[in-house]
């Protein structure tokens, strides 16, 4: 299998390159427009086909391309590669609006050709292990033993995602950074926009207002759902709180947390030298990527999950204005 990779800034280097160097029985073609960059991680990854121009890789035989640049070519690059029928996946966000995310996936299902969404989140291990009702099933879910998973419907989930001194413009703010928490609580993708609760904070940058703190919240079959972001937060950090009929969680990192019952606590922690990426879902995403590109399709619920989250977004932009 052959596989175009687009775009070799940090988020390639730091998240997906050393994961996917790993996988067996892929040949890598790197693609950036920095060619000292191109020549460096050629170098270090043992790829021998490298190209400066995306376009050419039309010519070059590949089975598959992964985008890792920057948002505002999301829609261009997808587009080019799905127009010519091939397998895409785009790290978050597809787009930074709806109306551009729903043209492309209306011309993935015309052309027939899946397009994978990033969004690593969904595939960590130890939320994965303890957590029941909070992710879609997949062929990829993991089979966990019924003691291990929490007992009875979910009744809350909280995702915070906090950063120090990073307030922002509103549309970037949030389909660039907020996506995250939000798509981790949009677990059943079909909530109305009307029944969300919304409140949010300005911050003053110089002579400029930006958003500072955006919370969303809403309630559905019986669950509470709270995404949050404060970027004047006194860290930068991130928290997963879900609670279950007398049966707590909070994980306060990938890699470790606890569960609270019957007023005992007990540590929870993922096995001794786990990889980092691991830990953060990366080895699984890249895992489900493959056999999406294997098997040619995508599951329906990934991909109007993909576009329910997006949409979300969109109304958020327009509600924090």
């Known amino acids: 299998m052959k596989i175009a990779l687009i775009g070799l800034g940090d988020i390639a280097i730091k998240a997906h390159l050393p994961v996917l160097s790993q996988l067996p029985n892929v040949e890598w073609v790197f693609c950036t427009r ?37 948002t505002s070519s999301h829609p261009m690059l997808a587009a080019f590669f799905l127009n010519l029928g ?7 966000p597809l787009a930074d609006n709806y109306e551009q995310c729903e043209r492309l996936y209306d011309l993935a299902e015309s052309k027939q050709a899946p397009l994978f969404m ?22 990829r879910e993991e089979h966990v033993p019924a003691e291990q998973l929490s007992s009875g419907p979910l009744l809350s989930l ?6 120090h001194g990073l307030p922002g413009e509103g549309r970037t703010f949030i389909f660039d950074d907020f996506i995250h928490p939000l798509d981790s609580i949009n677990v059943n993708a079909n909530i109305d926009l009307e029944d969300l609760y919304i409140t949010c904070q300005s911050a003053s940058v110089g002579s400029q207002l930006q958003l500072g703190r955006l919370d969303v ?15 004047q937060h006194g860290a930068t950090m991130e928290t997963v709180s879900a609670n279950y009929k007398n049966v707590s969680y909070r994980f ?10 019957n007023n005992i606590e007990k540590r929870l922690k993922l096995a001794d ?40 977004a969109e109304y958020l932009v327009s509600q924090v204005k």
């Open 217 to 231: 919240q809403w309630q559905q079959n019986g669950a509470l759902f709270h995404a949050s972001m404060n970027r």
């Open 252 to 261: 306060d990192s990938f890699t470790e947390g606890s569960r609270w019952q």
């Open 118 to 139: 990033g969004f690593n989140r969904r595939y960590i291990p130890l939320y994965k292990q303890h957590l029941s009702g909070v992710s879609i099933d997949t062929k």
């Open 34 to 70: 920095n060619p000292q960059r191109l020549q460096q991680l050629a170098k270090q990854y043992h790829v021998t086909e490298t190209y400066t121009d995306y376009r050419e890789l039309a010519k070059a035989g590949i089975d598959a391309v992964m985008i890792h640049s920057a």
């Open 86 to 92: 091939l397998p895409v996946f785009v790290d978050k």
């Open 158 to 163: 909280r995702w915070e995602k906090h950063r």
């Open 273 to 312: 030298w786990t990889p980092m990426l691991a830990a953060k879902g990366f080895h699984a995403m890249a895992e489900h990527w493959l056999d999406v590109v294997i098997s040619g399709k995508q599951e329906l619920a990934l991909t109007q999950r993909n576009l329910h989250s997006h949409l979300l």
